[in-house]
């Protein structure tokens, strides 16, 4: 039985991933002041956040295990000091190597203390709807585009850039150290649920579920996903920018991708409910992939705008999905581990699109293989998707009854 609580747990969820989600991809709306200001390349700027995906990644795996082991509050607690702390050494950045570093390693190793647990510890609070309570966790994330990215914006036509990311930091502390004090373990007897466990069962061990098919499968399609979405979201706004639009409705392009993503988590997380999130994942795929796929004939607002919402949709309703298709076959004690895992293997998808769109740009002067090759990694996707191991049988459901 859900417990109330699970619900407050939720909405912690969301408001950390906001923040710092929002917070870590601010730098897509940095990338062109910081470059003005200070000489820096673009690829090199992206480069950071190549780097921030993969210690995200790698963090995760880590950030999880200590999860399962110690509880999520001192995880996501963690992060979110280190998180103030990262951002605001960036921006006393005096070298490009100096920010890399810092922006790259300490900011992604923060994010990954957030993203990964909280996911794992929401999806053992909730027996039903789980779908649903994933899903709205990750919308903080969507949220993210039309909040944290604005401000930012708005920051840097104030005051230079290094300013409005120190503000940034200081306003990562405000929200997110109360907001990491509210969560909490999820109750034994609803972690114990088991829904359709891969071989192994609630006995399976770490070593197992990470070999196991299921395993395999999910982390490659995680992987193409990210792959085929990572560098059109990062830019967005320079493509924009490049087609001759105006500063902040290159901004507000990118933050009705986020409204539509917010809007896509709760539509794919009650069909998932309904029709399955294996389902739903695999049409999700595909709409990103067309959409990826169709920036590269955009070049006026309207254009921008429509693609806009088809692919923010996509991308933003299938990401929560994964933990719930993981939690279908992997027992609550470990999930933190394997879904950290899982998203490890994905931080090296998001990790090719930033640098990959910057050398795109700097090389040919345009983005249009940039969304090409999204358009290709977004089919692999689904191709990977469609073998995904059908959930093998589970026994009749026995009800619980809630001791008193």
């Known amino acids: 039985m859900e417990r109330s609580y699970g619900w407050v747990i939720v909405g912690a969820g969301a408001l950390m991933g906001c923040v710092a989600i929002g917070a870590l991809f601010s730098l897509a709306v940095f990338l062109q002041p910081m470059s003005e200001a200070t000489g820096w390349s673009r690829t090199g700027i992206s480069s950071a956040m190549t780097l921030d995906f993969l210690t995200m990644g790698v963090a995760a795996f880590g950030w999880g295990a200590l999860s399962d082991r110690f509880g999520p509050r001192i995880v996501v607690l963690s992060g979110a000091l280190l998180l103030g702390l990262g951002l605001a050494l960036a921006s006393r950045a005096t070298s490009l190597l100096e920010f890399q570093l810092i922006y790259g390693i300490v900011v992604g190793v923060a994010a990954g203390a957030v993203f990964a647990p909280m996911i794992a510890?929401?999806?053992?609070?909730?027996?039903?709807?789980?779908?649903?309570?994933?899903?709205?966790?990750?919308?903080?994330?969507?949220?993210?585009?039309?909040?944290?990215?604005?401000?930012?914006?708005?920051?840097?036509?104030?005051?230079?850039?290094?300013?409005?990311?120190?503000?940034?930091?200081?306003?990562?502390?405000?929200?997110?150290?109360?907001?990491?004090?509210?969560?909490?373990?999820?109750?034994?007897?609803?972690?114990?649920?088991?829904?359709?466990?891969?071989?192994?069962?609630?006995?399976?061990?770490?070593?197992?579920?990470?070999?196991?098919?299921?395993?395999?499968?999910?982390?490659?399609?995680?992987?193409?996903?990210?792959?085929?979405h990572s560098g059109p979201i990062f830019h967005t706004v320079s493509y924009a920018l490049a087609c001759g639009?105006?500063?902040?409705?290159?901004?507000?392009?990118?933050?009705?991708?986020?409204?539509?993503?917010?809007?896509?988590?709760?539509?794919?997380?009650?069909?998932?409910?309904?029709?399955?999130?294996?389902?739903?994942?695999?049409?999700?795929?595909?709409?990103?992939?067309?959409?990826?796929?169709?920036?590269?004939?955009?070049?006026?607002?309207?254009?921008?705008?429509?693609?806009?919402?088809?692919?923010?949709?996509?991308?933003?309703?299938?990401?929560?999905?994964?933990?719930?298709?993981?939690?279908?076959?992997?027992?609550?004690?470990?999930?933190?581990?394997?879904?950290?895992?899982a998203a490890m293997i994905s931080s090296?998808?998001?990790?090719?699109?930033?640098?990959?769109?910057?050398?795109?740009?700097?090389?040919?002067?345009?983005?249009?293989?940039?969304y090409i090759a999204s358009f290709g990694m977004g089919l692999a996707a689904v191709a990977i998707a469609l073998a995904f191991p059908a959930p093998p049988s589970s026994a009749p459901c026995t009800p619980r009854v809630q001791p008193a």
């Open 121 to 228: 510890t929401v999806t053992g609070w909730f027996d039903r709807h789980r779908s649903l309570a994933v899903s709205l966790v990750s919308a903080g994330m969507g949220v993210a585009p039309m909040t944290i990215s604005p401000f930012a914006q708005w920051l840097i036509s104030a005051h230079d850039w290094r300013t409005a990311m120190l503000t940034i930091a200081i306003g990562a502390w405000v929200l997110l150290v109360p907001a990491a004090l509210l969560v909490r373990r999820p109750p034994e007897d609803t972690a114990a649920s088991a829904g359709t466990p891969a071989e192994g069962g609630e006995a399976m061990t770490v070593g197992q579920a990470l070999r196991s098919s299921q395993f395999i499968v999910l982390s490659l399609t995680f992987f193409c996903c990210c792959a085929a």
């Open 348 to 370: 090296l998808g998001m990790a090719l699109g930033p640098a990959v769109g910057g050398w795109i740009f700097d090389t040919f002067h345009g983005y249009g293989y940039l």
């Open 245 to 341: 639009l105006p500063a902040m409705t290159a901004v507000t392009i990118y933050s009705v991708e986020g409204l539509a993503g917010l809007g896509g988590r709760i539509l794919f997380g009650l069909m998932g409910d309904r029709f399955g999130a294996r389902r739903v994942v695999v049409v999700g795929l595909m709409v990103q992939a067309v959409g990826a796929g169709s920036y590269y004939f955009t070049r006026d607002a309207g254009e921008f705008y429509a693609v806009a919402v088809l692919f923010g949709m996509a991308y933003g309703g299938v990401m929560p999905l994964y933990a719930v298709l993981a939690r279908e076959y992997f027992p609550m004690r470990i999930m933190g581990t394997v879904f950290g895992g």
